[in-house]
């Protein structure tokens, strides 16, 4: 099982950055897809997720209208849009699965329903 995380960066306040989450080695289609992150001295706080047919996404109220979260189940690929970056995003980003029988299910926010991890990219905003 491998959740392959890429496309952080260094970018400056009010850019934009891509991520990609790679899945192999389970049913990509049957979990959904979440997104944390983790800064400094903090805990790993939830971002956003997408339900496994990606028509049901949840956010963290701060990134709503910035960040935009899909995935392509033919890929399986997630991917974690980001615009309007801040230097409070800075951050470890991380991708997880969670099974999850239905197909459209709200993505949970606890990391503990969370079964397999990716490796993380880190996000650096400057001012």
């Known amino acids: 099982v491998q959740l392959q995380a890429s496309g952080g960066g260094l970018v400056q306040a009010g850019g934009s950055l891509r991520l990609s989450c790679v899945a192999s080695?389970?049913?990509?289609?049957?979990?959904?897809l979440g997104w944390f992150r983790q800064a400094p001295g903090k805990e790993r706080e939830f971002v956003a997720g997408?339900?496994?047919?990606?028509?049901?996404?949840y956010y963290v109220d701060s990134v709503k209208g910035r960040f935009t979260v899909s995935r392509d189940n033919a890929k399986n690929t997630a991917y974690l849009q980001m615009v309007s970056l801040k230097p409070e995003d800075t951050a470890l980003y991380y991708c997880?699965?969670?099974?999850?029988?239905?197909?459209?299910?709200?993505?949970?926010?606890?990391?503990?329903?969370?079964?397999?991890w990716g490796q993380g990219t880190q996000v650096t905003v400057s001012s």
């Open positions: 997880a699965a969670d099974w999850e029988p239905s197909m459209t299910a709200t993505p949970s926010s606890r990391r503990i329903a969370y079964e397999y």
């Open positions: 997408v339900s496994r047919s990606g028509g049901r996404t």
């Open positions: 080695g389970f049913t990509f289609g049957s979990y959904t």
